[in-house]
């Protein structure tokens, strides 16, 4: 049983650019939710998906959107990068019925805007 | 708001030596605790989580926690460390009835030395 599953697993890219990221969730799951690791920091909560809609959202700018496929894949996209949006994006899949909580992370998307 | 304060950054200890990471939240509702360990490179990984029931929750790996309401503490211990314990630890809190939104402390680093 494959877990959660990111692509890619580096990427860099310039100022000004966008950027698309991919989650596959574990299998069972339906819930999506994405985290921003800054270098020397804990996850920050960017947003929840569920049912192809975006179930909540955490402080962060219009710029950073997603999406969620009838498969229950992910992608998170970012535009106008700056410089400190450079950090590690982890992606975490749940399946919202069971009250157990637990989301199960993927090794995550190593992202370097210069 | 929810914060989680981890109160050490980095925590030193030779290895088979006893270890407390410590972690304490503010919330104003009832919350779910969990902790994550998170080795170079990797995702995070579920250690353990307290949801209700007895404030004591262990680990496959040796690790406990006792969750203390009174002090809004979480604090995780383990008896005896190994080398293979090094690694980023962070601590997480979600309110009971939001199944979502993960908040994380900065993280510790636990360094178990030979």
């Known amino acids: 049983d494959a877990g959660v599953t990111q692509s890619p697993t580096h990427l860099i890219k310039t100022r000004g650019q966008q950027v698309t990221l991919r989650c596959s969730p574990k299998s069972g799951h339906d819930t999506v939710s994405w985290y921003q690791q800054a270098l020397g920091q804990g996850p920050q909560f960017i947003f929840q998906?569920?049912?192809?809609?975006?179930?909540q959202r955490g402080n962060f700018p219009d710029r950073f959107s997603g999406h969620q496929f009838p498969n229950y894949s992910s992608e998170l996209n970012v535009n106008a990068l700056l410089l400190g949006d450079s950090a590690l994006y982890l992606c975490?899949?749940?399946?919202?019925?069971?009250?157990?909580?637990?989301?199960?992370f993927g090794p995550g998307t190593r992202l370097t805007v210069t | 708001a929810q914060s989680v304060t981890q109160l050490d950054s980095q925590v030193p200890v030779f290895e088979e030596a006893p270890v407390e990471l410590r972690c304490n939240y503010s919330?104003?509702?009832?919350?779910?605790l969990f902790w994550y360990v998170q080795y170079p490179n990797q995702g995070l990984q579920l250690l353990l989580k307290?949801?209700?029931?007895?404030?004591l929750v262990e680990s496959i790996n040796g690790f406990e926690a006792e969750f203390n309401k009174s002090q809004t503490s979480f604090h995780l211990r383990k008896p005896s460390v190994h080398i293979s314990d090094t690694a980023e630890y962070f601590c997480?809190?979600?309110?009971?009835?939001?199944?979502?939104?993960?908040?994380f402390g900065q993280g510790t680093t636990l360094q178990v030395k030979p």
């Open positions: 998906y569920y049912e192809e809609e975006e179930r």
């Open positions: 997480a809190v979600t309110e009971g009835s939001n199944t979502g939104k993960l908040i």
């Open positions: 919330s104003s509702v009832s919350v779910y």
């Open positions: 307290y949801l209700s029931g007895s404030t």
């Open positions: 975490a899949s749940s399946r919202l019925a069971l009250s157990s909580y637990e989301q199960y």
